[in-house]
């Protein structure tokens, strides 16, 4: 823990420096961060999964604990409240005592309405950051410091470039991720259902389907067109054809999110469609840089999947620049390239252009992209992308002027696969790509 008590000690170096730029550009004395409280579920006595700020966890790598605050200016040690109280009915968190609490002041808070009374008593001039804008004027925060847009949109855009330390916690993270991928992968070939597939994925990363940053996508056969399926059946399909696994990890707060596809058979269109995927994923991401904006990235990706359309005879008589030029990839990669990641999994200022919260949205051809940021060093991106057989999708070019140039046959042969989706999470470094997913050897 040493080398991550050093990195967290220049990582908290960092925030602060960012907190004094931006409390006095806004004039504020002081930033008020909530870890968010527990949400009753409707008409019960129990709560939702609880899952803290972001923006808390930027600062503290506390996450399951709520009720917490933290008071930062910028100038003095940062002061966390951390809230341990005495309760025979739940687990305590005890007060931490790990690599990162000598950088913070941890002062326990043992009743939770209690922290208005240990606050500063000043507070006119002080922003709130956190999910329960209530509690915040209760604590008697002025309405234009709950969450203040400029504020907010400073600490994204920031928050963009990585630190040492917080690098070193998404490799970690990695290494989780890629354990439960070898699992779940041992367990497709075993012949498991989705369920059974998802269950050694997460006992292999060692979470609980509540820990993970997002819910695993567990996909046999046709389910892979499904961009988001979570469902899980229960009962392994009469015959496997494809398997696609998004799943991630996360470590001290920050995520991995990690997809691969396989075929069941070898010698399938399919799966020589899987290694082309493959291939050209590992081909773009060899052409990161510094200093291009993402949506190059993402409109070269569409030309090289009209490469894979006329390699493998889905289309023919058109040209890629036209397939690309007319949207004709679209329906085949409905979504972005990729995203931000880091403490969210679509982690913040994908479209964020400064810090004062410039925006430039998605191109209107490709909505669902998440990011138009030019690439700096110190960011982290997923590369992903997609190729999928979704009839709502597909149903308009069928019917449409370019109709004759696609092998429909083939197309419809390709159906009970759902899809492919080839996902990466690189670090963009000043004169170099750094993959950390392909770094731990993931095929």
């Known amino acids: 823990m040493d080398s991550l008590k050093t990195l967290y000690h220049a990582h908290i170096a960092t925030l602060q420096q960012r907190a004094q730029q931006v409390l006095a550009r806004n004039k504020l004395d002081a930033m008020l961060i909530h870890s968010g409280e527990l949400l009753t579920v409707f008409l019960d006595d129990h709560t939702y999964p609880f899952k803290v700020n972001p923006q808390f966890k930027a600062w503290v790598p506390v996450t399951q604990v709520p009720n917490c605050w933290l008071w930062i200016d910028g100038v003095n040690k940062p002061k966390l409240w951390f809230y341990s109280p005495v309760d025979y009915w739940h687990n305590v968190e005890p007060l931490p005592d790990s690599f990162w609490t000598q950088d913070v002041e941890v002062i326990g808070l043992k009743n939770a309405d209690e922290i208005g009374q240990l606050l500063p008593a000043q507070r006119d001039n002080v922003a709130y950051i956190g999910p329960v804008n209530a509690r915040a004027a209760q604590l008697g925060i002025a309405s234009g ?38 699992a779940a992968k041992e367990a497709f070939s075993a012949g498991l259902s989705e369920f059974d597939i998802n269950q050694a994925y997460l006992t292999a990363t060692g979470h609980r389907d509540t820990d993970v940053p997002y819910g695993n996508i567990i996909a046999l056969n046709e389910h892979a067109a499904v961009l988001h399926y979570t469902r899980l059946d229960h009962q392994p399909p009469a015959k496997r054809h494809s398997f696609l696994i998004d799943a991630g990890a996360e470590y001290l707060g920050y995520a991995a999110d990690l997809t691969r596809s396989y075929a069941a058979q070898s010698s399938s269109l399919y799966a020589r469609m899987v290694e082309a995927m493959n291939a ?9 840089k510094a200093g291009v904006r993402y949506t190059d990235y993402h409109l070269q990706m569409h030309q090289r999947i009209a490469k894979m359309l006329l390699k493998f005879e889905l289309v023919q008589g058109i040209s890629e620049e036209a397939l690309v030029a007319e949207n004709l990839t679209g329906p085949f990669m409905p979504h ?23 925006h430039l949205a998605a191109p209107a051809h490709y909505p669902y992209l998440r990011c138009t940021r030019v690439l700096q060093p110190g960011m ?31 197309i419809d ?31």
Not at 149 to 177: G, N, P, W
Not at 419 to 433: K, L, M, P, S
């Open 280 to 288: 050209e994923e590992l081909a773009l991401i060899a052409t990161l």
């Open 413 to 443: 042969a390709l159906r009970p696969y759902g899809g492919i989706r080839i996902e990466d999470n690189v670090v963009i470094h000043a004169h170099r790509v750094e993959n950390m997913t392909r770094d731990l050897h993931l095929a």
């Open 145 to 182: 410091n709950i969450n203040p847009k400029a504020v907010i949109d400073f600490l994204h855009f920031h928050r963009s470039i990585k630190t040492e330390y917080e690098l070193a916690c998404l490799r970690q993270a990695q290494k989780l991720a890629v354990a439960g991928h070898r």
């Open 336 to 358: 972005g390239l990729g995203h931000p990641l880091g403490l969210q999994v679509h982690d913040v200022a994908g479209f964020m252009q400064d810090d004062q919260g410039t």
């Open 380 to 410: 982290v991106l997923t590369i992903e992308p997609g190729f999928y057989i979704i009839d709502s999708l597909l149903a308009p070019l069928r019917e449409g002027s370019f109709s004759q140039h696609f092998n429909w046959q083939a």
